[in-house]
Every structure is written in C-alpha cells, then in structure tokens.
C-alpha cells in the first residue's frame, strides 16, 4: 500500500525567507507526486505535478518540487514567502493509472510578518 | 471554463439520518472521485465513478454510495450517519484515458457536513 509522510504538521517562516515543505512518499513504483494548497474554508488547489518527465518540477505562485528517487522524496520549495502563501499544503501520490490520491496529514504554513 | 462546482456549502443532519451531496465536473472531465476530510486531516479517498460506474473504492463502508450522471456530474449518498461522518466531502474531477488511467485531479470547495 502506498503512503504519503509530510514531516512537520507546522512550519512558520519570515516573509522573505526560504519555504521547505517536506513530503516523503513509500511505492513500489514510482509514482506521480502532487502538491495542493488549501485555504481556509476552500477546496484544494494544484501547485504543481511530477508525472515521470523532468526531476524539476515549476508550479504556480513560485513554488517548485524536486523528485529524488533515491530518497523517495517530493519536497516543496519557494525562494522567498509571502504572506499570502500562509495555507495548509498537502502532498499527494497515486500509482501509475491507479485512480486514488493518497494524501499526506499536511503541512499548515504560517508566514511571520 | 466552468470549474468543479459542489451543493450544498454547508449542510446539518441528526444521527441516523441520510445525507445527499452533489458534483458537477469540470467541463470536458469524464471522471468523478471523492473525499472525505476530517478535521486536521488529509483527504481519504472514497470511491470515483467513470461512465456511470463505480471505479475504484477506499475503506468506507456500504453506506457511502454514488452515482454517475450521463453529464457527467456525480452524487455522493450517505445513509445513518454517525458522528464521526463530519467532515469536508471533497470532490474532485478528472479526465480518464482509456489504456492510461487517470489525470490530474482537480477539486472543488467542497461540502461542509456536520452530523449531530
């Protein structure tokens, strides 16, 4: 069975600073790996995708993934907060044609003014 | 581009009673899957229907079923809730390609069920 591990169900950052999200996932094979931002009282957004083409992944708003196979990892990353980035953010995997997400605990960002 | 639309916003039921949520897919979307969140939680994955059928199922019980609309839109049905079906009931759409499985999933806002 797959599983998605987001360590750290709390992270703050100045406004400014460097945003690292951390999002482990366990497959048997690799993957297709998503990261999606919810705002309060909202659904969930697509930041971004890998689905097996380049390691680097860009998304929306200046985020951005990297896909290392050797450590099974899917960490987010964006070079300088905004206060508007303040969201919980959740990682997700599926399998191949597999047709569920399977989604970490998430990751609640504060951004410190 | 009319994006995933969920009814209602907001919805309060007593234990034991039923419960009817609605989806309407993005346009040129042919699949539908669901979602529970509970408070603090990720989404779990409760089942998703393409053309009209049931295409995979998570770990809910029989009394979580849907449908499949032939335009596509999608109803989840929960018969005697209980306490712990509170939850954000997420929606999301995609595009099934036959022999290549399922796209990107996108989302709606949701539907904020409270069982008393």
């Known amino acids: 069975a797959q599983s998605v591990t987001q360590l750290g169900s709390h992270v703050s950052v100045s406004e400014g600073a460097l945003v690292l999200l951390r999002c482990n996932y366990s497959s048997s094979v690799p993957p297709y790996l998503f990261w999606y931002v919810q705002y309060p009282n909202q659904g969930l957004q697509l930041l971004l995708k890998?689905?097996?083409?380049?390691?680097l992944v860009k998304g929306i708003n200046g985020f951005e993934a990297e896909f290392k196979k050797s450590e099974t990892s899917f960490h987010l990353t964006k070079p300088s907060a905004h206060m508007s980035d303040a969201a919980e953010y959740f990682c997700a995997a599926s399998s191949g044609s597999a047709r569920q997400l399977t989604f970490g605990s998430g990751t609640q960002l504060t951004v410190l003014p | 581009e009319t994006g995933v639309t969920q009814s209602p916003t907001h919805l309060i039921k007593t234990r034991g009673q039923q419960v009817t949520l609605r989806c309407s897919s993005q346009s040129g979307h042919n699949t539908v899957s669901w979602y529970q969140q509970a408070l603090g939680q990720g989404p779990q994955f409760i089942f998703q229907?393409?053309?009209?059928?049931?295409?995979g199922r998570g770990n809910f019980p029989p009394r979580f079923s849907g449908l499949q609309f032939p335009n596509y839109s999608s109803e989840l049905n929960v018969n005697a809730l209980e306490l712990d079906d509170s939850a954000l009931y997420l929606c999301?759409?995609?595009?099934?390609?036959?022999?290549?499985?399922?796209?990107?999933?996108?989302f709606g806002p949701g539907t904020r069920l409270t069982v008393l």
């Open positions: 999301a759409s995609s595009l099934e390609l036959p022999g290549v499985g399922t796209d990107t999933q996108y």
């Open positions: 890998y689905t097996s083409a380049a390691t």
């Open positions: 229907y393409y053309r009209e059928e049931e295409n």
